[in-house]
């Protein structure tokens, strides 16, 4: 029994100078300890090279539910100016009375004018700190940076959050945006020598009230963040912008479209088709020297609106499938060809063509433009369905009882 009890005894000793050994949370700090920041705007002057930086920092009580009388700001908005990247953090600790706490912000948003100057600095600064996050998106804006970043947004109060969500939303439900515009993804293709695509972000319109008043008003359209366009990057430096009818293409191409839209014209009467997440196949080859690219996309073609007065009969299927293939296959092809025109090799095929491998590939890559000949060979696999709870449109009758168009 005596023997027992000494080794209960040691056993617990020895789990108490365990549990010393633990590290713990050594590092704790209080939430009213730490600025917690959720966006970044950056700006800077390429006369005098200052940074302009802007830190929206949450205020947890504007963020919680409000139980007494009036609104309080959700963020604040803190503005720092410094002529080196390192002296930023370091100005921060003049006005902000917490440590701020990076971990958890949503985006980055820098000026036109900073995109086009070049991004390594900043990009190889963003890589050095410790507690970086290579997931958060990359914002470029054409509109005010201070207006930008000193904007209350409605319904999703976090405006940093507001923007992630907007580009995650957009990146599933539209044509015109893409996850891949986060710092990871703009690092690897500056290493691959591959173009970036960032979404440009403005203001719809400036908001008629700048307080916390705004969260009272109706009008959720005046001063909402709004992506539009997109911003085409080389390595780190900005040469251009898409439309929003451009990034369609450019990321049905890219394999990275969400549902394209397309209105056709059918018996001189608007219809409009849908084609969600589309499945890619992409091949590049040769043929006689030269670099074709075929891409094939299979997918499910849904008729969404059909103002159309003839009946929708299996011909009529055949005919709106029809339109609709050759209308995407020409359109893509157009853009594909006008983009190479300006030099922009938007789907990464000089890239693709540095790594193949073989004698015939060795002999054609001695052209250094030889990415610019690839053709194009663009199908579209699918069958029209449609959705809804009816087929064919309602139409009125007639004071006669006849069915009119």
């Known amino acids: 029994m005596r023997f027992k009890a000494i ?18 949370c050594w590092d704790m700090a209080e939430i009213d300890q730490l600025a917690i920041v959720n966006l970044v705007g950056l700006d800077k002057e390429p006369e005098s090279g200052k940074y302009t930086t802007y830190y929206q920092v949450i205020n947890p009580g504007g963020t919680a539910s409000q139980k007494s009388a009036g609104m309080k700001a959700p963020v604040y908005t803190y503005r720092i100016e410094a002529y080196t990247l390192g002296d930023i953090g370091d100005k921060l600790y003049d006005i902000i009375p917490r440590r701020p706490f990076y971990d958890h912000y949503q985006g980055l948003i820098v000026t036109e004018r900073l995109a086009e100057s070049g991004m390594l600095e900043l990009i190889n600064f963003f890589e050095k700190q410790p507690d970086r996050r290579s997931t958060i998106y990359l914002f470029v804006t054409d509109s005010p940076l201070s207006e930008i970043m000193n904007t209350y947004i409605p319904i999703e109060r976090l405006p940093g959050r507001a923007a992630r969500s907007i580009i995650e939303l957009k990146s599933k439900y539209s044509d015109q945006s893409s996850k891949q515009a986060r710092v990871k993804d703009f690092v690897e293709n500056m290493e691959t020598f591959k173009m970036t695509v960032l979404p440009v972000i403005r203001l719809s319109e400036l908001p008629s009230e700048l307080t916390t008043n705004r969260f009272e008003h109706i009008d959720a359209t005046h001063g909402n963040f709004l992506l539009s366009g997109g911003a085409v990057f080389e390595t780190d430096r900005m040469v251009g912008k898409l439309t929003d009818a451009e990034l369609a293409w450019y990321y049905l191409l890219k394999g990275e479209i969400g549902t394209l839209y397309q209105s056709l014209t059918i018996h001189d009467q608007h219809v409009d088709v849908e084609m969600p997440h589309p499945k890619m196949r992409r091949k590049l080859s040769l043929v006689h020297g030269e670099p074709i690219l075929r891409i094939e996309l299979i997918t499910k073609i849904q008729l969404l609106n059909n103002s159309q007065d003839e ?69 579209v696999q699918g069958t029209v369905s449609t959705i809804g709870n009816t087929i064919n449109p309602y139409r009125k009758r007639g004071s006669d009882g006849e069915r009119t168009h």
């Open 311 to 379: 009946p929708l009969t299996l011909q009529n299927l055949d005919k709106i499938e029809r339109n609709f293939k050759q209308t995407v296959e020409k359109k893509a092809s157009d853009f594909f060809e006008k983009e190479k025109e300006k030099g922009w090799d938007l789907l990464g095929i000089e890239a693709e063509i540095k790594r193949r491998k073989g004698k015939e590939w060795a002999a054609a890559k001695r052209d250094k433009e030889l990415w610019k000949k690839t053709k194009l060979e663009l199908s």
């Open 7 to 24: 080794y209960r005894a040691g056993k617990l000793l020895l789990i108490g100078i365990c549990c010393l050994c633990l590290p713990g």
